[in-house]
């Protein structure tokens, strides 16, 4: 039982966690899902239902609701098509993290520990790619998992990195060595992402860029040196981007593979496969609109279209689709589909709240929830982010920090102390 006495270990459990699953996502192997699993069985341990009542808002029950009825929708599916349980694994999980949110309202969420986590993680994957990279001499970086996930992950350290250091640098005696271990956080996680050969990674730092500019365009039009600056460190990322030889060689070949699957119906590249498993989600989605194929029968719905002649047999090789939204499309129909586009829109919406917000580590966390949950949903364009537990536990771990921390933040600025939000009260 949780009690006054011991609500700290419970809170510095959390911190620790936090920090270790920041800390360990792109470089360490097997142990992304251990910090969530910690989490869930904490959240159900302290489990209240009044208090939970008491404490969540409308918004709060907004962000819990929009995860629980993906989890929900895929229960439906599952049973519609006669799917293995298993298929339910990966949806499950955004069950758990609104679960977890339940705790996370009520528990003082260390914002340093978030920071510092991401930063040690973005750091350690810039040194690992560039050791990769200039050392072992491969050609793509992929730390214990495929390029893709590392250079993804890698970026979404780099971006809980920027946060810290946007968190911090208004408040008065802050510290430079603080500021500049988020500084190098940033650098060294989009150093991971660019050595990765990660494109769909590369279209997310525009919006991140573009989601910053606007955050922050009052103090940037009040300080015009402050704008002069940011627009140069963006524009000299691009020029070093773009003359980086695994930038502009990638670049290069997706055009090529591009053209040479429209005028020569070319398959056999990365390219010409994504577009031709797209391909493929359309015409099955057209065929079963609302509750699509089902994951038990994509395989056998695959193979139909190759005898049919209608897409190439070099597909019957994959799993998924390479876009999560016709992956979804095509596997759960029109339900599928309008899941996924909550667990997006939703975020969104709550975090662009509390952009106009003057508090810097609330303004500081909003930014980083729009930009992150944008981010996520240009990964998951080229990529079946949700089609394997990393890229799920990516997803739905993190905004229920940033979450937390606004919250938390708002709680204490309204009356000065900690609220009920993170009160010492029992809490089972």
Known sequence: MFIASNHSILSSS??????????????VPAVYGYAPAFLLLAALGCWRTREIAMVMNGRDRVFALAFLLYGMVYVVLTLWHQDNMSSFDR???FVAAAIILTMLLRVPVTARAVFAGAAIGAIASGVFAVYEVFVSGVARVSSF????????????????SLTGLFAELPKPGRRRSLLLFYGLGAVGGVAALLLSGTRGGWLALPVIALVGLWAYRGVLIRRP??????????????VVAGNMKIVSDRVDVAMSEARSYFTEHRVGTSVGLR????????LMFSAHPVTGVGESQFHSELQSLVADGKIDGG??????LHNQFVDHAAKGGLLALAALLLVFVVPVMLFWRYLSSTEPTIKACAFAGVAFTLSFVVFCLTQGMFSRNLGVMMYVILPLFLW?????????????QSSALVSSRRLV
């Open 225 to 238: 040196r402050l704008l002069a600056l940011a627009l140069v460190i963006i524009a000299t990322l691009g």
């Open 14 to 27: 959390i911190a620790v966690a936090i920090f270790f699953y920041l800390a360990t996502l792109a470089i």
């Open 404 to 416: 937390a921390i606004i919250r938390q933040s708002e709680a204490e600025d309204a009356d000065g």
């Open 315 to 320: 597909l019957l090789t994959f799993r998924h």
């Open 275 to 282: 577009l031709e498993m797209w391909k493929a989600g359309a």
């Open 91 to 93: 949806p499950s999980r």
């Open 145 to 160: 998992d495929n390029a893709i996930y590392f250079g993804n992950g890698a970026l979404i350290l780099a971006l809980v």
